[in-house]
C-alpha cells in the first residue's frame, strides 16, 4: 500500500517497501530538493497533471552498465559517417519540451509537466540534470535528458524527429559516461529499444545496492562540455 506524504514533507518511505506494481508513495511536492532526494534512492515522480504526485520505484530495474553498450552494424555506419553532431548541456529547454510533446502507446498525455519541466530546468542550472542534442545541419532532431549523481545516470526520456537519432545521442551519452567512469545508467523501465542497446533487468534488492554504493561517490555538479561541429 502506498505511503501518503503531506506537503513540505523532506523524506520517502524505504523503496524496497514499494507496492508490486512500483508505487512506492502518494504526495508531497516537486521541488528540486525532493527530486534530489527521491533520485539518490532510485525514487522516481510519474504521474498525469491532473492527479496527485505518485512516486514509484519498479522493480525489477532497467539498467546499461557502460560497457556493455550494444551497437548495431548499422549504428556503427552512422557513427563512422558522423550522420549528426552532438552537444551536451547546450539547449535543455528545448529537449525537455521537444520530450513532452512525444506521443506515447497507451498514453493519451504527457508525464513530463509544466511543474516537472521548471523543476528539471531548475536542477539543470544547478548543474545536476543534463541534456544531449542530437543536431543535423544546425537543427535540433533529437537528443535525451537526465539527472547524474554520484556515479550514477538516471535516464528520464528522449525525442527523436529523425530516424536513429535519439540512439545516436544515447551511444554518445554511454561513451562519454564510461570515459567518466560512470558505473550506472538507469533506464527505470524495459523497451526493446533500450536492450538492443545493451540494457538489462536486474533485482530491486541489487539495484539497491548500486544506490547504496553510489551515496559515497561524491561529485560536484557543473554543467557538461561536449559540443562537435554543428
Not at 497533471?49 to 556503427?76: G, N
Not at 544515447?170 to 560512470?182: A, G, M, R
Not at 539497491?208 to 560536484?220: G, P
Amino acid at each position: 500500500m502506498a505511503f501518503y506524504l503531506p506537503p513540505g514533507v523532506e523524506y520517502f518511505p524505504h523503496p524496497l517497501c514499494a507496492d508490486p506494481d512500483g508505487l512506492l508513495a502518494i504526495g508531497t511536492e516537486l521541488s528540486a530538493h525532493q527530486l534530489l532526494l527521491a533520485y539518490q534512492f532510485g525514487i522516481f515522480p510519474w504521474y498525469h497533471e491532473e492527479d496527485p504526485i505518485l512516486w514509484w520505484y519498479t522493480h525489477p530495474r532497467c539498467v546499461l552498465f557502460p560497457s556493455q553498450l550494444k551497437i548495431s552494424k548499422s549504428m556503427r555506419q552512422l557513427l563512422k559517417k558522423q550522420a549528426f553532431n552532438v552537444s551536451f548541456d547546450s539547449a535543455f529547454k528545448e529537449v525537455i519540451q521537444a520530450c513532452q510533446l512525444v506521443k506515447r502507446e497507451g498514453q493519451d498525455d504527457t508525464w513530463i509537466t509544466d511543474k516537472l519541466i521548471a523543476t528539471f530546468i531548475d536542477l539543470h542550472e544547478k548543474g545536476y540534470a543534463h541534456s544531449i542534442e542530437v543536431w543535423q545541419e544546425g537543427k535540433l532532431v533529437g537528443g535525451l535528458y537526465g539527472l547524474a549523481l554520484g556515479k550514477m545516470f538516471y535516464g528520464e526520456s528522449m525525442f527523436s524527429n529523425v530516424s536513429n537519432a535519439s540512439k545516436y545521442g544515447f551511444i554518445k551519452l554511454v561513451q562519454y559516461l564510461e570515459t567518466h567512469n560512470f558505473e550506472l545508467i538507469d533506464c527505470q523501465q524495459r523497451t526493446e529499444h533500450l536492450i538492443s542497446l545493451g540494457a538489462e533487468m536486474i533485482s530491486s534488492d541489487r539495484f539497491y545496492k548500486h544506490l547504496k554504493t553510489n551515496i559515497f561517490n561524491i561529485v560536484a555538479p557543473c554543467k557538461w562540455v561536449y559540443a562537435e561541429n554543428r
